[in-house]
């Protein structure tokens, strides 16, 4: 039996190909002879090409997509023609090089030639009045080659009129005394058609929305963006920089601090800046009384064996004074030691993505039903007496990712725009990077 080795390296570069070939002779005879092998090389004998077997082809590459979409200016209804459009591009948590082309007379672009996929993400982007639109975040469907987005862009105002806050809801717990670490989360919705941009700060920041801290706050921290980018911390009061844009819900903040307290009674007063629809606040129930002249009681609720008692509002104005008043301090029950966790925590912490450093804090709003990843909380009212928290699906997850990668956009553009150091650069970003590769391997196993 012939066996033939053939140097395909050798086809294409101008040097004689070689060829081995091997006599093997039966079992029977191999006794008597060895294997008999010779390498034949020819030298100036036209050699015709051969084409290598099929096993050794080229494997068949993922189908190259195409994203179509149109900039529409919502506040006149009309297409932006010739506006520049970005894409942008992430794989696998690390964004490549933005595509970049204008719209045509009618606000339609289109990017051809793009990875299908399932781990690649996209997002369009136009400025408009030095405001940075975008569309949302999109991927190809398995087996689909075509995707489309929806891209507006709003007329801009500085003025605050139509800003208001659908919901403000936060929750006071004590876990340990002389310290009371309290979450806050606002839903800033805006009625107008125009993007509130608000003003230029002396830093050169653009201030929107407000929120007041009470006095004494201190260690706060964010569940979503960045200070010194995303918000400012003023004396009693937090500022965001990014736009409000119109519709209901169309912002959201959520961040936690620390009260500290040395008395039986403690005020926790703030201004209110906008219109508010509602509040929801829930207090835990260790002892503390709680007083407020605009909230009125409205019941127990009950979460991993914990009680806590929730206070409610409804159509508060802007200007109001929110009163809150903490008595008996001096006579709080402490439920868990301090450094205790409560039930099943370690297990949320080691599969979800934690922004907040507190894990007691991360316990108690998934225990009472805040959606992490949307930075939802069941409203009006947390069910009566029990509530179990479910999974999170894989429509919240992907909520979740996408709000990452618009962190590390952000994050990107600071730095190169100078308004951040390398060090605190390069520590954000791999703490965000290391959030989405948690959140890619829950996504890869949901």
Sequence with gaps: MFTVAHDWSKETTGVP?????????????????????????????PVRPVTPPPHIQATTETPRGTLIGRVHNVTVEQPMPGITV????????????????????????RFEGLDTDVHSL????????????????????????????VLNVYETTDVPEDVHIKRFHFIILARERGVLSILELYQFGNKGNRAFIGTPSVEGHRETVRMALPAGARDLTLQT??????????????VATAPVLPGEETFDVAFVYLVPYGAPSLVLDRRLYYD????????????????????????EREAQGQSFLQFIGEDLRAGQLLSITLDHLDEIRIVNAPGETAPDDAEMNAELPQPIGHSLILWAILSLGVLIFGL???????????????????????????????????????????????????RVRAQRKAELARLWERSRLS
């Design 122 to 149: 996209y997002r369009a982007e136009a400025d408009h009045h030095n405001v940075t639109f975008h569309s949302g975040f999109v991927s190809f469907e398995p087996g689909s080659t075509h995707v489309s987005v």
């Design 225 to 238: 963006g960045t200070l010194g980018i995303d918000f400012i911390t003023r004396p009693n009061e937090l």
């Design 86 to 109: 970005r894409l942008r591009r992430w794989r696998l948590g690390t964004e490549y090089p933005p595509l970049a082309t204008e719209a045509n007379t009618e606000g339609y672009f």
């Design 376 to 426: 939802i909380i069941v409203y009006p009212s947390l069910r009566a007496r029990t509530y179990v928290p479910a999974s999170p699906s894989r429509k919240e997850i992907e909520k979740e990712r996408d709000r990452l990668l618009l962190m590390l956009a952000r994050l990107d553009e600071a730095y190169q725009n100078g308004q951040l150091s390398e060090a605190i650069y390069r």
């Design 276 to 299: 508010t629809v509602a509040i929801n606040g829930l207090l835990m129930d260790v002892g503390i009384k709680m007083r407020s002249n605009l909230l009125r009681f409205a019941g």
């Design 17 to 45: 190909p070689e060829v081995s070939f091997s006599i093997h002779v039966p079992a029977v005879t191999q006794t008597m002879c060895a294997v008999i092998s010779f390498t034949v090389i020819w030298f100036a004998v």
